[in-house]
């Protein structure tokens, strides 16, 4: 059974930070690429950044320079640092997985929320 657990969020004031964390069970954490998602009210659910299994990194342009993502195998997490937030970060934060485990399949966590004020 693969499962996502995400926590971290909260509510916290622009120009602070927040870390993500994301527990994956279920797969082979190493060999995957996990993703960061958000959804704000109202709009699409999107790739904010991810990881390959061999660390490299990828990000939406609008948190490129604030938000860093990375993984500890030893632990199976995903961490998302995320700094100078602004209120347009405020949103649903998903952590996501396409793995094959008797079948391949998207997985996802059950998301926490991230509220930035002004």
């Known amino acids: 059974q693969v499962q996502l657990v995400e926590s971290g969020g909260g509510s916290v004031q622009a120009g602070g930070s927040l870390r993500l964390s994301c527990v994956a069970s279920g797969i082979t954490f190493s060999g995957n690429t996990m993703n960061w998602y958000r959804q704000a009210p109202g709009k699409q659910r999107l790739l904010v950044a991810n990881i390959g299994s061999g660390g490299s990194t990828n990000y939406v342009n609008s948190v490129k320079g604030r938000f860093t993502i990375s993984r500890d195998n030893t632990k199976n997490t995903v961490y998302l640092q995320m700094n100078s937030l602004n209120d347009e970060d405020t949103a649903v934060y998903y952590c996501?997985?396409?793995?094959?485990?008797?079948?391949?399949?998207?997985?996802w966590g059950q998301g926490t929320q991230v509220t930035v004020s002004s």
């Open positions: 996501h997985v396409f793995a094959c485990v008797l079948g391949c399949n998207d997985y």
